[in-house]
């Protein structure tokens, strides 16, 4: 069963040919039009609508109405010539969620499908062996990152595990972004925990308060007091001592996770 055709099978019309159709044209076996679903979970990244049939047409404009998401594995699809489009940017998609309908706007000779796959670096592979399979996975590092309060900025991304820690020593922290990891912290002027955030949805803080107490789920982690040195490891949550890494009431400067 099809990937990208609403309950169908795919019947290609044109394949893919490197530098000359970096794509793979498809209608409903049978040769006949259907609606268009997302091929796996992912974020709409562009979404272009009100194209018309535009014949010899070059560039983006050629591809007419289309949507481009990126999936969690990093790769991305572009589904493209759409009669219609049914999502918009910026909109969260599920495998199999209807994204459009089969059309042939832009330079399209005949309603079909133009569909693309695109590795983490957005160059164009061959989608053929992807119209019914996963797509490739992506190993990809965790990174995480602070806010430095004094500088008034984020400061550059650090790796997950290695031995590079999120800070200025000296400068309060004001702000933790970390991948995949569902994480909140204490702030210190406030006096209570901030609400949990997860996976660069949002970031963990008030910028321009200090933070005295971090908590991180399913993670090894400690933080650097200013003034001070760093505290012990810390590998759960809770309400006890051990359950966050801080002192109330002892500004952080420096977070490491492992």
């Not at 190993?139 to 031995?163: A, H, I």
Request: charged share 20%.
């Amino acid at each position: 069963m099809s990937r990208v055709l609403y309950k169908a099978l795919n019947q290609i019309t044109s394949y893919y040919k490197k530098g000359v159709h970096n794509g793979v044209d498809v209608v409903k076996k049978w040769n006949k039009s259907c609606y268009i679903t997302s091929h796996s979970d992912g974020e709409v990244l562009e979404c272009v609508k009100g194209v018309p049939h535009d014949p010899g047409s070059t560039g983006n404009r050629s591809y007419g109405n289309y949507v481009k998401i990126r999936h969690n594995d990093g790769y991305m699809t572009l589904y493209a010539h759409l009669k219609s489009v049914s999502v918009s940017k910026g909109q969260k998609v599920k495998r199999g969620e209807k994204i459009g309908y089969m059309g042939e706007t832009g330079n399209a000779y005949g309603v079909h499908l133009h569909f693309e796959v695109r590795n983490p670096n957005n160059q164009r592979i061959n989608p053929e062996s992807f119209l019914d399979s996963d797509l490739p996975y992506v190993s990809r590092k965790l990174l995480y990152q602070s806010y430095d309060n004094k500088k008034r900025m984020w400061l550059p991304n650090v790796e997950v595990g290695s031995s590079e820690y999120a800070g200025n020593y000296g400068n309060a922290m004001g702000g933790i972004y970390a991948d995949k990891y569902e994480i909140r912290v204490h702030d210190m002027k406030l006096g209570y925990w901030l609400p949990w955030v997860k996976d660069r949805n949002d970031y963990a803080g008030n910028l321009g308060n200090n933070i005295d107490g971090v908590q991180i789920k399913n993670a090894t982690y400690r933080v650097h007091l200013l003034g001070g040195g760093w505290l012990p490891w810390v590998s759960k949550v809770d309400n006890t001592n051990e359950g966050y890494a801080g002192i109330y009431g002892r500004i952080i400067d420096a977070i490491q996770i492992k």
